[in-house]
């Protein structure tokens, strides 16, 4: 008996024998368990989508998705219009439609440009002679006739970017109106003054 008890003594002392209620986990595993835990959250986080619907691996939010969309006609009309304001009127008017001093009033919250689609669609039509006051300054200047050279696509795609760029917010305009325009003035060779277009509603 008292031969037991020194053996059973003898081994919790030099830690070999077995203690009841504890189980020893190699440390080897727990880091494989972490390894593959931070995995699967890393995995999940890039490719889940967070279960929505509409997106898919290797897409990871519902923002890139979006953003990878096709353009609306919309937004590929006014694209289209930037780009030819950029290459025609930009040079005077400024990419930003601030206008340059002593080259061309701005576009920016202009009642011709905002004002109703007939005004405006005469403008780079005819081109544009004497005073005109904008944002309560005075011009002095001549706008040459432009918009001969454009289609009537163009045209309207740019005279529709000028009407919701830099904060204007007036509707775009179609090539329809364009080309009726062009018909009701296919007999004027003058450029147009202040007044005359403002008598057109």
């Known amino acids: 008996m008292s031969e037991g008890v020194s053996r059973e003594g003898t081994a919790h002392e030099n830690g070999t024998g077995a203690r009841s209620g504890t189980v020893t986990v190699p440390m080897w595993l727990v880091t494989v368990l972490a390894v593959l835990a931070y995995w699967g959250m890393l995995y999940f986080d890039q490719r889940s989508g967070w279960f929505h619907p ?5 897409f ?3 923002t890139v998705v979006a953003a990878l969309q096709p353009a609306s006609d919309a937004d590929a009309f006014l694209n289209r219009g930037r780009v030819v ?15 340059k001093p002593g080259q061309a009033p701005p576009l ?30 005075v ?23 000028i009407r919701q760029a830099w ?12 080309e009726a325009v062009k018909a009701a003035t296919a007999g004027r060779s003058q450029p147009w003054t202040a007044e005359e277009l403002k008598a057109i509603q």
Not at 54 to 58: D, F, I, N, R, T
Not at 108 to 115: D, H, I, N, P
């Open 54 to 58: 509409q997106v898919y691996a290797p």
């Open 60 to 62: 990871e939010s519902v």
């Open 85 to 99: 304001y950029e290459t025609t009127c930009a040079l005077c008017h400024g990419v930003d439609g601030a206008g």
């Open 108 to 137: 920016a919250g202009s009642e011709f440009v905002v004002g109703p689609p007939g005004r405006l669609i005469r403008i780079p039509l005819h081109g544009l002679v004497g005073p005109i006051e904008v944002h309560g300054q």
């Open 139 to 161: 011009w002095n200047l001549a706008m040459p006739a432009m918009g001969a050279a454009l289609s009537a696509e163009d045209l309207a795609a740019a005279l529709s970017y």
């Open 167 to 178: 904060g204007n917010k007036a509707p775009a305009i179609t090539a329809a109106e364009v």
